[in-house]
């Protein structure tokens, strides 16, 4: 994959945005680096679900003020807003204010506190589709990973969960790590994980 090298020197995804510092700093210090803290877990979900159809710059452009209206990303707040909740964030010009990625990000507040409970957190969940393994691959937007677990989620319930929206979470809570060739953070040989015939991982 074709990489930009910039003036500190480091080869980089061709993704990141050199111009964009805040952009830099996440490609650096947090995408693809394995998550395991349910409250940042929920914020990249949401956060990633207001991404449909928009560049993740954009998104990461305004996480501050996504976390200002969104309880500081607060699965049990954001699980229990209002219409008068919903109706004062489809005017906060802070964040991106489309009815329909609003209501689902109320909705999937509930599921992921329903999946909490279920597992004992969503950690638990999320990285029992690998058996806590990191899965290293480029070059893809879905896999037989994400199709599983989009499977799952929207079988219970949970809206803007389609599988390119789950692989991208995936690649930013480092459940597959998708550094670039040539990137001063890529890892290694490609290494995508044994399947079943459901797509799941053989525990």
């Known amino acids: ?10 080869p980089r995804c061709a993704w990141a945005n050199p111009a964009n510092e805040r952009y ?5 210090e947090e995408w693809g680096v394995p998550v395991h803290d349910d409250r940042k877990l929920f914020e990249m979900l949401l956060l990633e679900s207001f991404q449909a159809g928009l560049s993740w710059e954009c998104v990461l452009n305004k996480r501050e003020s996504f976390a200002r209206a969104f309880d500081d990303f607060d699965p049990r707040a ?5 219409a008068d909740k919903m109706a004062a964030l489809q005017g ?5 204010r489309n009815r329909r990625k609003i209501e689902a990000a109320v909705n999937n ?12 957190s969503f950690d638990r969940y999320l990285w029992h589709w690998t058996d806590g393994q990191v899965i290293i ?12 677990i989009s499977r799952d989620l929207k079988r219970r319930g949970m809206k803007f969960a389609g599988t ?7 690649q930013a809570v480092g459940v597959i ?14 290494a995508p994980i044994p399947q079943t015939q459901e797509g799941r991982q053989t525990p």
């Open 1 to 10: 994959m074709q990489t930009t090298r910039w003036k500190d020197g480091k």
């Open 137 to 148: 691959e480029t070059g893809r937007d879905r896999s037989p990973l994400s199709d599983a």
């Open 92 to 96: 906060d010009p802070g964040i991106i």
């Open 164 to 170: 390119v929206i789950l692989y991208a979470y995936l």
């Open 24 to 28: 830099i700093r996440y490609h650096d």
């Open 78 to 82: 954001v699980s229990l807003y209002g």
């Open 109 to 120: 507040a509930a599921i992921f506190l329903a999946i909490q409970k279920e597992w004992g």
């Open 177 to 190: 790590h998708s550094h670039e060739t040539g990137c001063f953070l890529h890892r290694g040989q490609e």
